[in-house]
Each structure stands twice: as structure tokens, then as C-alpha cells.
């Protein structure tokens, strides 16, 4: 990242769309976990259902202007992938847990009781331990950000497929499946807001290094084992820190490496030439 993009508009536009992302996100899902004066406490899917709606939704509003990431996991498993750089990816997280916060704190000053706040902290069952959460966490998140991948991969390719129902369908299916035995977060910004607002910290280690896992193993393995583009020269590329996107070319084309370098170093010669 250059000091020329750090003062661009189109950065602190996205900046400011990831911090708001996430405070959408997660006001709506705690919004939904939260249940009414003389209700039973509500079940995963009011929570499933809006996190997949609100998903939907920030892809269409902010999809093209930082890629609607609204979580940690996704972001870090863009930064293992080489698909993001490294101050973004910081500036990302962080906006996101302040979004996380913010989100948090302006549902709770909303709420009419605060001890109703106990429903917004992710906790692990009493019947389970936190090595199983972990698990449960690693795998809804893994199927989560595996998706995201995939239609990352199919946008570039011009699918017709409506990718942004794909992943909403996809978050709504890690609630109904984790909800019950981790409190399915699949994000730390999620987890990390409210227990900053109620001050509630057991286990909270579950809810960072569980999504962080996942999202990580399911970035690695779709990027490096499933995707068109995938080869060992891609893996190695990106353990090497070389640059990936002319592996990909030389393998989506079927030319050689070498002949995809020299034709990506022309394109940087004249690039240059035409700014002069």
C-alpha cells in the first residue's frame, strides 16, 4: 500500500463501510437474540435468518466498495491468501471491532432491562467444553468463508450466479448448526463487542482462535487445492512471498511462467511511461 492510497478517498471510504458494516451486522443478529418482555428466549433461527438477510444486504450496499468483509476471520484469511495486504488488513479488524462495539453499545442503551444483555455474549454450553466449541466454531466458520472463496472465484469468471444469496445462505446455515453448541459466532468482532460492553470474558479465546482457524484452513485449501488456479506453484509463490497473481494467469492461460513475466513486465514499463 502506497502513502499516495493511504490519503485517497476510496480507502477511508472503505474503512469507514467496514466499520459500518459490522455495526449493522451485529446490531441486527443481537437485536434478534434478545427476546421480549414475557418471551421465552428465542431459538437460533431468528438470529440464523437475520444474519443471512443482513449479509445479503451489506454485499449489495458496500460489496464493491471494501468487499463487505465485516469480520475479522474473512479478513485475516484474505491476508493468508495474499489477497489483501497487510496495513489493510489491520485497518480492516480494526474498524470492524470498533463497528463491534458500537453496534453493541447502542442496542444495549436501547434495551429497556440491561440484564437482557446476558443474550448477546456468546458462551459455551454447560454441557459442552471449550475444546468442542473450538471445534464447532472452526467448522461453521470453515463452511462459511469456503463459500465466500468460491464465489469470489466464480465472480471472476462472470458467473450469473447470485453469489451475495450464496454467502447469506451459507452464515444462516453456520447459526443453525453451531448456535446450540458454541453460540456459532464464526466472528470475533461479533463476540469481542459485547463482551467489552457486559464485561463477560469466559472463554472468550474460543471465539477468536476457533473462526481464525477456520477461516484460515478454508482460504488455504480453497485458494491452493480446489480453485482453477490452484498449483504448487501458486503455494509456493505465496510461502515465498512472490507474486501470485502471474501464477495465476500462467495457469489459467496455459502459458509458461516465464513467457506471463515478461509480458507482466512490459505492461509495468509502459504503465510507467505513461505516467511520465
Known amino acids: 500500500m502506497t502513502w499516495r492510497e493511504l490519503r485517497s478517498r476510496q480507502f477511508w471510504s472503505a474503512i469507514l463501510a467496514e466499520l459500518l458494516g459490522t455495526l449493522l451486522l451485529v446490531s441486527a443478529v443481537l437485536g434478534t437474540s434478545v427476546p421480549?418482555?414475557?418471551?421465552?428466549?428465542?431459538?437460533?433461527?431468528?438470529?440464523?435468518?437475520?444474519?443471512?438477510?443482513?449479509?445479503?444486504?451489506l454485499g449489495h450496499c458496500f460489496g464493491e466498495i471494501s468487499g463487505a468483509q465485516v469480520n475479522p476471520a474473512v479478513t485475516l484469511s484474505l491476508l493468508a491468501t495474499r489477497?489483501?495486504?497487510?496495513?489493510?488488513?489491520?485497518?480492516?479488524?480494526?474498524?470492524?471491532?470498533?463497528?463491534?462495539?458500537?453496534?453493541?453499545?447502542?442496542?444495549?442503551?436501547?434495551?429497556?432491562?440491561?440484564?437482557?444483555?446476558?443474550?448477546f455474549v456468546n458462551k459455551v454450553p454447560i454441557e459442552l467444553n471449550a475444546a468442542q466449541a473450538l471445534g464447532i466454531e472452526m467448522l461453521c466458520t470453515f463452511e462459511m468463508v469456503f463459500t465466500i472463496f468460491s464465489v469470489e472465484e466464480q465472480r471472476r469468471r462472470e458467473s450469473p450466479e447470485p453469489g451475495n444469496l450464496a454467502i447469506g445462505l451459507a452464515h444462516t446455515a453456520g447459526v443453525l448448526i453451531g448456535a446450540r453448541f458454541s453460540?456459532?459466532?464464526?466472528?470475533p468482532a461479533r463476540s469481542l463487542g459485547p463482551a467489552i460492553i457486559t464485561g463477560f470474558w469466559e472463554n472468550h479465546w474460543v471465539y477468536w482462535i476457533g473462526p481464525v482457524l477456520g477461516a484460515l484452513l478454508a482460504g488455504v485449501s480453497h485458494e491452493f487445492f480446489f480453485a482453477r488456479s490452484a498449483s504448487r506453484q501458486k503455494l509456493v509463490a505465496c510461502l515465498t512471498c512472490k507474486d501470485i497473481e502471474i501464477v495465476e494467469t500462467a495457469s489459467m492461460t496455459g502459458s509458461s511462467l516465464s513467457t506471463v513475466t515478461q509480458n507482466a513486465m512490459k505492461a509495468k514499463q509502459a504503465n510507467k511511461q505513461d505516467n511520465n
Open 36 to 57: 421480549g418482555p414475557d418471551e421465552a428466549p428465542v431459538g437460533p433461527l431468528y438470529p440464523a435468518v437475520a444474519l443471512g438477510a443482513v449479509i445479503i444486504a
Open 83 to 119: 489477497k489483501l495486504d497487510v496495513l489493510r488488513a489491520l485497518v480492516y479488524v480494526s474498524a470492524q471491532c470498533l463497528g463491534a462495539c458500537l453496534g453493541t453499545l447502542a442496542l444495549y442503551l436501547a434495551l429497556p432491562l440491561k440484564t437482557t444483555a446476558d443474550h
Open 183 to 187: 453460540g456459532a459466532s464464526m466472528n
